[in-house]
């Protein structure tokens, strides 16, 4: 009796066993593959937070719930309800990317030395992402709140030696003629007469535009306002301004320029388009050792891509959101186990840092100094070695090149929070990248930097 109820018993495991095989078989066939053929999405949001990494996301997820009693549309949505990779950031010259190189291999697929745009270390110039869309005559945007001739947005539309060919880039755009390019810069667009003018020439980069057929727009009412075709939209002649300092009246917001956005490019339109949303304020905030711009900037860049999930839910079959970043700045944390009470100490900052720096000018006095920290930074107190710092215009430490007086507001802000940064440069942490819809299956897991164009240019290239 025993040996039959053994016998049984290895035949169920046997079973068991074949099963578990074909279920094993099928797990891993689920992987992306070209034999899976996954759906050509017909709309694209590639959302890139420049200089985030994951304790950015992280910090504003928490700053959301303590502060805000609200969630993150990132984790909450767009991890939970797709897919979730790492990517490796390094480039080919150096174990830290700049954004040039790090834009390049995510709209290119090769690696490149820093300081190149859309060139891979062999001098090649593969088409870009963008590029391939539009041969697929798929309508184009590049949206950004840096200048728009900055070194992400143009690492996805054209190709350069290096990335202050600023002339040579916005002719490169008026070549790829992108059907939407929204964000600063407006002085190289201006003839150097003009006043905020930075270019070398008596081009009228604006007018050479208009020839072309773009409807131009300069504020958040001309945007808002703005119709069907090509719209080139320049809200600022440098970067535009960091959430805590923008003329909510003048200068629309990253959310604000996605929606229009998402309108104008969906606007009759059978083939479908693909656009870059990036938010550089992040970035900057971080060279800056600014946790509060840095927080601001995240949410803003969170409710760019609610709408885009927004948009999702209306074309689940036909749209991939992919959010991620070209490298990792500043490598902010807290520590020491503070309390929650920290998150609102910092909510309660209203100005960024580099409008403090732009308030105090080059010469501080220690007046100014105690006036800025009691209007701006209520309930912070600058230690004296800190005012110090910034008064005599002493730098916070080797790895800390951001100006003096930033360095010395953000050590306050540390002391005060238990909010440290390792550094006010890139590092070569990975990046995450969340990925939902049409093929999002190709983004997970850990893969370099370079998979991240060459997994969308395969998805881009079905599409007939």
């Known amino acids: 009796m025993r040996h039959k109820n053994l016998s049984k018993l290895f ?17 891993f066939n689920t992987a992306p593959s070209e034999a899976a053929q996954p759906a050509a999405p017909k709309y694209v949001f590639i959302f890139l937070a420049d ?15 303590h502060v805000h009693k609200e969630g993150l549309v990132i984790p909450d949505k767009i991890m939970k309800e797709g897919f979730v990779g790492l990517l490796t950031t390094h480039a080919a010259n150096s174990l830290v990317t700049d954004s040039s190189a790090g834009a390049t291999a995510l709209a290119c697929g090769c690696k490149a030395k820093n300081g190149a745009v859309g060139m891979c270390e062999d001098g090649k110039m593969p088409k870009t992402v963008m590029e391939i869309a539009k041969e697929q005559n798929m309508r184009v945007g590049l949206v950004t709140n840096s200048t728009v001739y900055d070194a992400t947005p143009a690492a996805f539309a054209g190709h350069v030696t290096n990335r202050n060919l600023y002339s040579a880039i916005l002719e490169q755009y008026l070549s790829l003629e992108p059907n939407l390019l929204l964000g600063g ?21 604006i007018a050479t535009f208009k020839n072309k ?30 959430e805590l300092d923008r003329d909510k009246d003048k200068q629309p917001s990253l959310s604000e320029m996605t929606r229009a956005a998402i309108r104008l490019l969906q606007e009759g339109n059978d083939r479908g388009f693909i656009v870059l949303i990036e938010n550089e304020n992040i970035d900057s905030a971080a060279h800056m050792l600014d946790a509060a711009s840095v927080i601001q900037a995240y949410r803003e860049f969170d409710r760019s891509v609610g709408l885009a999930y927004e948009f999702y839910k209306k074309h689940p079959a036909d749209t991939l959101i992919l959010v991620t970043s070209d490298h990792e700045t500043g490598g902010m944390g807290f520590t ?19 409008k403090a720096v732009e308030l105090l000018g080059p010469k501080p006095s220690a007046e100014a100094v105690d ?22 215009r002493k730098p916070h430490g080797p790895t800390f090149r951001s100006n003096p007086t930033a ?29 939902l819809g049409a093929g999002a299956e190709r983004f997970r897991g850990y893969q370099d930097n370079t998979d991240f164009a060459k997994q969308l240019i395969a998805l881009l290239e079905r599409k007939k």
């Open 11 to 27: 035949l169920f495991l046997a079973v068991v066993a074949a099963l578990s095989g074909r279920l094993l078989i099928a797990f």
């Open 51 to 65: 200089g985030a990494g994951v304790t950015h996301m992280e910090i504003t997820r928490l700053f959301n719930q």
């Open 185 to 205: 810069g407006g002085d190289q667009f201006l003839p150097r007469s003009h006043p905020g003018s930075r270019r070398r020439d008596d081009s009228d980069v």
């Open 213 to 242: 057929g773009y409807a131009y727009v300069s504020d958040r009412q001309g945007l808002s306002e703005s119709k069907g075709g090509k719209v080139l939209g320049l809200f600022s002649l440098k970067d535009m301004s960091f």
């Open 336 to 354: 020491g186990y503070p309390p929650f009470e920290s998150l609102k100490k910092i909510a309660s900052i209203r100005i960024s840092l580099s």
């Open 371 to 392: 006036q800025l920290v009691a209007e701006h930074f209520k309930g912070f107190v600058l230690a004296p070695e800190f005012k110090e710092a910034i008064i005599k």
């Open 407 to 435: 360095a010395g507001l953000s050590a306050m802000i540390s002391a005060h929070t238990q909010l440290h940064w390792i550094s006010s440069a890139h590092t070569n942490q990975p990046v995450f990248v969340a990925a």
